[in-house]
């Protein structure tokens, strides 16, 4: 279980791009004076803008026992697909396909695989999931539903650190935001009732056709003793390609049953 636990994270967050025109983040001087609205505005309008992406990512994996590192090509609809296949050698270790409804995912070494909606591995999780923090994720915004009324922000190594005005006992979290484009450089959360913790931070961001996106990404979770590294390096990217997302569980196949 703790395997699929782990893989579905990898999957949830391995779509991301980097290529061409990069452009290093310098930091700036952070404004006391900026109102937490301002900055929320200044987040959301940061969402890069696109229908599609294309590209492929060099992934390192450490449970802590063993490392591996596989490269996985990965295609995006923006607020529709995510289509990830995992190959070592050429040889497809894995592939899912998530949208706002459903994760299908597989797996050929263990000839496993699981299909359900999002409820099925909040459940599972213990934390609500869904297509749009995934995503969120995936393109450096922030996976909270932040507002001014619950969230404050202070400043923090001069950046931007948000949180909320009172954490919530078993799901503590913050997020801090790059000062020159709003995006995310890190974020934090922690269930201690569930010896849980998942934190990820986000290397230099680089333009592509006017947006920025995330170039590496370096994730730690923690569940209970059990250790878990991932570290992505984006190879390349196309903006608006025309790209299809193929997907069919084989057959002969186990589903994987969740339960808490």
Not at 41 to 65: I, M, R, W
Not at 94 to 123: H, M, Q
Not at 154 to 177: C, D, E, G, V, W
Not at 231 to 253: H, L, M, Q, R
Request: proline share 4%.
């Amino acid at each position: 279980m703790k395997r699929l636990y782990y893989s579905i994270m990898l999957i949830s967050l391995l779509v991301l791009s980097g290529c061409g025109g990069a452009k290093k983040i310098m930091e700036a001087e952070v404004s006391s004076s900026v109102p937490m609205a301002q900055i929320l505005v200044s987040h959301n309008e940061a969402l890069p803008n696109f229908n599609t992406l294309a590209s492929k990512v060099q992934v390192v994996y450490d449970d802590g026992n063993k490392q591996q590192s596989m490269t996985v090509s990965l295609r995006m609809e923006k607020d529709r697909i995510i289509w990830i296949k995992a190959s070592l050698l050429g040889i497809t270790l894995a592939k899912a396909i998530i949208t706002p409804e459903r994760v299908s995912y597989y797996e050929t070494i263990s000839n496993t695989y699981f299909d359900g909606d999002f409820s099925l591995l909040s459940d599972w999780l213990g934390t609500e999931l869904d297509f749009d923090k995934a995503q969120a994720i995936l393109l450096g915004q922030s996976i909270f539903r932040m507002n001014e009324d619950n969230y404050q922000v202070t400043m923090a190594q001069n950046r931007y650190k948000l949180q909320p005005k009172n954490q919530p006992q078993n799901f503590i979290h913050s997020l801090f935001l790059n000062p020159d484009n709003f995006k995310v450089l890190s974020g934090s959360l922690s269930q201690p009732n569930d010896s849980r913790m998942f934190s990820l931070r986000y290397g230099d961001y680089q333009q592509v056709e006017g947006s920025y996106y995330p170039s590496d990404i370096w994730i730690d979770a923690t569940d209970k003793d059990e250790k878990t590294k991932i570290s992505v390096t984006y190879k390349n990217i196309d903006v608006n390609a025309a790209v299809s997302f193929p997907f069919d569980i084989p057959e002969g196949f186990e589903q994987i049953r969740l339960s808490k």
